[in-house]
């Protein structure tokens, strides 16, 4: 069987978008259990960015009321309360804690997920934060109380058979109050901009755009890129980028096989894969670029992620292990900071050959086929990423050694990320 790591880093895109990631001189090759990132990925990846306005008159004539008026209290049971909640921003407003918790999951967290908390301002908050009855109908939305601790009760709106809810708190008082929002599927909803309610359509659009977003940030990079390199530098950036067009393809047909019978929460999962490995490639160039002396990428396509080494007494490398950034912390000197790395990218070795050796076991036919296909191509675009960072990393010292090492970790942990991720799939 291949080797799953060789030189001691997935949402939908159309490979007509793929080739143009590809100029000319290659123009003949091209490239939701809901988790984010975001996130994020994930950084996640999925934000909320707009307002839904009032849906009626009333409500909107409401909103001017209560600057002279506070709301009374609409109903002692929390369903018939909520239900007017949903109507009336100027409810949600005087029914909002002065401070709410905000709250999603960080699916990157290790070693498991786990919930992170802002707490925000009532005024930080852009309301409504929870749809009305009829964006709850469009979308499928069901109310259900799933618990209640002292005098906080929790409810969820879901669209049944999905991942698809929104959680929120209520505090019992002299009426209810909402102290928590929670997105447990597709990250920060509520992040000091609109709330604008996640349902399956909106997660879709979101991710969509996210996919295409990414797909042009790294079209540009790698055009910025391929035009400033020459000779061989340039001739392996482009073998490299081929090889990566091959692992998409690749990784495309073994979703398909996995996926696609998963219906609606699937099509979310392939679209996050897609933007998440696109981003990825991106970081990855921009690193690579900022190696390379007479090489300049725009400011504007960076993320926080793409951070290269710049002082190697204070380097920290972002997106690995705590056990990593503990290691480094105590480093002196690059020699340590290179003992440091060469073991992170050895534990995350080893998390890729657990997680291909669980996902080889469980699977069959063709769907085992393609695996093995796909991680070969993975192991191929390995080599020839490592032929590129030979040609540039390699001449740079021990800083270069440093980035060609980390590097490399981050590659292997991606890519045991998304394998963890298609073995999941199977405990559904």
Same mark, same amino acid.
């Given at each position: 069987?291949?080797?799953? $790591?060789?030189?001691?880093?997935?949402?939908?895109?159309?490979?007509?978008?793929?080739?143009?990631?590809?100029?000319?001189?290659?123009?003949? $090759?091209?490239?939701?259990?809901?988790?984010?990132?975001?996130?994020?990925?994930?950084?996640?990846?999925?934000?909320?960015?707009?307002?839904?306005?009032?849906?009626?008159?009333?409500?909107?004539?409401?909103?001017?009321?209560?600057?002279?008026? $506070?709301?009374?209290?609409?109903?002692?049971?929390?369903?018939?309360?909520?239900?007017?909640?949903?109507?009336?921003?100027?409810?949600?407003?005087?029914?909002?804690?002065?401070?709410?918790?905000?709250?999603?999951?960080?699916?990157?967290?290790?070693?498991?997920?786990?919930?992170?908390?802002?707490?925000?301002?009532?005024?930080?908050?852009?309301?409504?934060?929870?749809?009305?009855?009829?964006?709850?109908?469009?979308?499928?939305?069901?109310?259900?109380?799933?618990? *209640?601790?002292?005098?906080?009760?929790?409810?969820?709106?879901?669209?049944?058979?999905?991942?698809?809810?929104?959680?929120?708190?209520?505090?019992?008082?002299?009426?209810?109050?909402?102290?928590?929002?929670?997105?447990?599927?597709?990250?920060?909803?509520?992040?000091?901009?609109?709330?604008?309610?996640?349902?399956?359509?909106?997660?879709?659009?979101?991710?969509?755009?996210?996919?295409?977003?990414?797909?042009?940030?790294?079209?540009?990079?790698?055009?910025?890129?391929?035009?400033?390199?020459?000779?061989?530098?340039?001739?392996?950036?482009?073998?490299?980028?081929?090889?990566?067009?091959?692992?998409?393809?690749?990784?495309?047909?073994?979703?398909?096989?996995?996926?696609?019978?998963?219906?609606?929460?699937?099509?979310?999962?392939?679209?996050?894969?897609?933007?998440?490995?696109?981003?990825?490639?991106?970081?990855?160039?921009?690193?690579?670029?900022?190696?390379?002396?007479?090489?300049?990428?725009?400011?504007?396509?960076?993320?926080?992620?793409?951070?290269?080494?710049?002082?190697?007494?204070?380097?920290?490398?972002?997106?690995?292990?705590?056990?990593?950034?503990?290691?480094?912390?105590?480093?002196?000197?690059?020699?340590?900071?290179?003992?440091?790395?060469?073991?992170?990218?050895?534990?995350?070795?080893?998390?890729?050959?657990?997680?291909?050796?669980?996902?080889? *076991?469980?699977?069959?036919?063709?769907?085992?086929?393609?695996?093995?296909?796909?991680?070969?191509?993975?192991?191929?675009?390995?080599?020839?990423?490592?032929?590129?960072?030979?040609?540039?990393?390699?001449?740079?010292?021990?800083?270069?050694?440093?980035?060609?090492?980390?590097?490399?970790?981050?590659?292997?942990?991606?890519?045991?990320?998304?394998?963890?991720?298609?073995?999941?799939?199977?405990?559904?």
């Amino acid at each position: 069987m291949e080797p799953l $790591s060789k030189n001691p880093r997935a949402r939908d895109f159309t490979m007509e978008s793929a080739r143009r990631t590809i100029p000319t001189v290659i123009a003949s $090759s091209r490239s939701h259990r809901c988790r984010l990132c975001l996130l994020a990925l994930l950084t996640f990846f999925v934000g909320a960015c707009d307002v839904t306005p009032p849906a009626t008159a009333t409500a909107a004539g409401a909103t001017s009321k209560s600057t002279t008026a $506070s709301p009374s209290c609409p109903a002692t049971d929390l369903a018939s309360f909520v239900a007017a909640f949903a109507q009336s921003p100027s409810l949600q407003k005087a029914f909002t804690a002065p401070v709410v918790d905000t709250t999603f999951v960080d699916w990157n967290a290790q070693p498991e997920p786990a919930e992170s908390v802002e707490s925000m301002s009532r005024d930080a908050l852009r309301f409504p934060v929870m749809p009305d009855r009829a964006r709850q109908q469009a979308e499928g939305l069901r109310y259900r109380e799933i618990g *209640s601790e002292g005098d906080r009760t929790t409810i969820v709106l879901e669209a049944p058979d999905t991942d698809i809810q929104l959680r929120y708190t209520f505090r019992r008082d002299s009426c209810w109050t909402l102290v928590k929002i929670v997105d447990p599927a597709f990250g920060k909803a509520f992040g000091g901009d609109a709330a604008r309610p996640i349902t399956p359509m909106a997660a879709d659009e979101d991710l969509t755009g996210e996919r295409d977003r990414q797909d042009a940030r790294l079209n540009t990079i790698y055009e910025q890129l391929i035009g400033q390199l020459q000779g061989e530098r340039r001739e392996r950036i482009v073998a490299a980028q081929r090889a990566w067009i091959q692992l998409q393809e690749k990784d495309d047909a073994f979703e398909a096989s996995l996926l696609d019978g998963l219906g609606p929460t699937g099509h979310r999962q392939k679209l996050e894969n897609k933007a998440s490995a696109i981003a990825q490639r991106a970081d990855l160039l921009v690193s690579i670029a900022d190696f390379t002396g007479d090489v300049r990428i725009d400011d504007t396509l960076r993320t926080p992620q793409t951070t290269a080494v710049s002082d190697s007494e204070n380097y920290m490398p972002q997106g690995l292990s705590d056990t990593l950034a503990k290691c480094m912390a105590g480093a002196a000197g690059t020699l340590a900071q290179a003992e440091c790395l060469t073991d992170e990218r050895e534990r995350q070795d080893a998390r890729l050959n657990n997680a291909y050796r669980q996902l080889i *076991s469980r699977l069959q036919d063709e769907r085992r086929d393609r695996m093995v296909t796909t991680q070969r191509a993975w192991v191929q675009l390995q080599q020839r990423d490592g032929a590129v960072r030979e040609s540039i990393l390699d001449d740079i010292g021990q800083v270069g050694n440093l980035q060609s090492v980390e590097n490399d970790a981050r590659a292997i942990r991606q890519r045991a990320d998304l394998l963890e991720r298609y073995l999941d799939v199977g405990k559904r």
